[in-house]
């Protein structure tokens, strides 16, 4: 299927914007909001908000498990397709009956979100950003953003500081290192290689890479080792997404503070809040959802377990929910 087939091709409404239907769903914008329709129901959200969710869930071709943009709509990924839903994972809405879900095929919804955020951010926005580092997403439609909505994670071609790995670790490379992390030594690690081992040995400062990242709540890939994936990423404000996990996941802390609110994944009842300090580990269970807040940009190394089998191990209750049990 190609992109344009799929995509709607509505005129612009009364605020510039078009509005997109996927399904039985319809999406609609105007100065402030975004209006979503289906069948059993309706629903309402800050653009904003709303914006930088569909930027993540796009950049991440829909990530582990589910993304909720909110308490009411996301994403749940079956790595193929993917279902499109309203309050399948609010039990409000499921006893009432209001919940919906649509399965799509990846390629159609994908093409379908990213049109969206090809006319629905405006130039001055940056999805990507934190708030400080970004104009508004509100008001009528004036102009786009294809270099921030077309931005896709970075991922090291190899470990990053071997040769040809592309990394971001100049101030050539476009990436000044960022206001908040301006303390951040910056000196690379001295590694003398024996002869014929250029290729394959070397060390970088982690620190100093990751100071130079201008994004926030994207993970980047720095090594990739069969299914282990070392994600590091720069966090400031709220991550845009409520992540439901379908495999544990850990999070090491490198710096400053983030605050975990962790619920049930299906529900939604509060389960914990975790307060990470710089040098704290934690896993989240596979059944859980959880949005974090960092009050000062900070470090996060995410690692995940990149398996196809875990989801369906996890469902079928042949791996556990948790890596330990005390
Ligand atoms: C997560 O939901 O696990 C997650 C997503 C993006 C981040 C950090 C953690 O930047
Ligand atoms: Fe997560």
């Not at 049930?264 to 990470?276: F, H, I, L, N, S």
């Amino acid at each position: 299927m190609t992109e344009a087939s799929v995509v709607s091709s509505e005129p612009p409404n009364q605020h510039g914007y078009r509005p997109f239907t996927l399904g039985g769903f319809r999406f609609e914008r105007d100065e402030h909001f975004v209006h979503v329709q289906w069948p059993t129901g309706r629903h309402v959200a800050a653009a904003e908000p709303f914006l930088k969710a569909l930027m993540r869930d796009v950049a991440w071709n829909f990530f582990y498990g589910t993304v909720n943009f909110d308490s009411v709509i996301g994403t749940l990924n079956h790595y193929g397709d993917v279902d499109l839903f309203a309050g399948r994972f609010n039990e409000e809405y499921r006893k009432a009956e209001l919940d919906h879900s649509e399965n799509f095929p990846h390629d159609e919804i994908k093409a379908t979100f990213q049109a969206m955020l090809d006319d629905w951010v405006n130039e001055d926005f940056d999805p990507f950003a934190a708030p400080m580092e970004t104009g508004s997403a509100y008001g009528e439609k004036s102009g786009s953003n294809a270099p921030a909505v077309t931005r896709t994670r970075v991922t090291a071609k190899r470990m990053v500081g071997l040769p040809n790995d592309e990394p971001l670790r100049s101030d050539e490379s476009g990436y000044p290192v960022n206001r908040a992390f301006a303390d951040v030594d910056q000196t690379e690690p001295k590694v003398e290689v024996n002869e014929g081992y250029e290729n394959d040995v070397s060390a970088f400062n982690f620190f100093a890479y990751l100071s130079r990242s201008d994004v926030t709540w994207n993970p980047s890939v720095v090594s990739v080792c069969r299914e282990s994936l070392l994600c590091p990423t720069t966090e400031e404000f709220i991550l845009p997404i409520i992540h439901g996990n379908d495999r544990v996941e850990w999070f090491v802390q490198l710096s400053d503070e983030i605050i975990w609110e962790v619920e049930d994944r299906e529900t939604g009842k509060p389960r914990a809040k975790v307060v990470m300090k710089a040098g704290d580990c934690a896993a989240m269970p596979a059944d859980i959802r959880h949005q974090g807040y960092s009050p000062k940009r900070s470090m996060l190394l995410v690692w995940e377990n990149n398996s196809a089998d875990l989801p369906g191990q996890i469902a079928r209750g042949e791996a556990p929910t948790v890596p330990v049990t005390f």
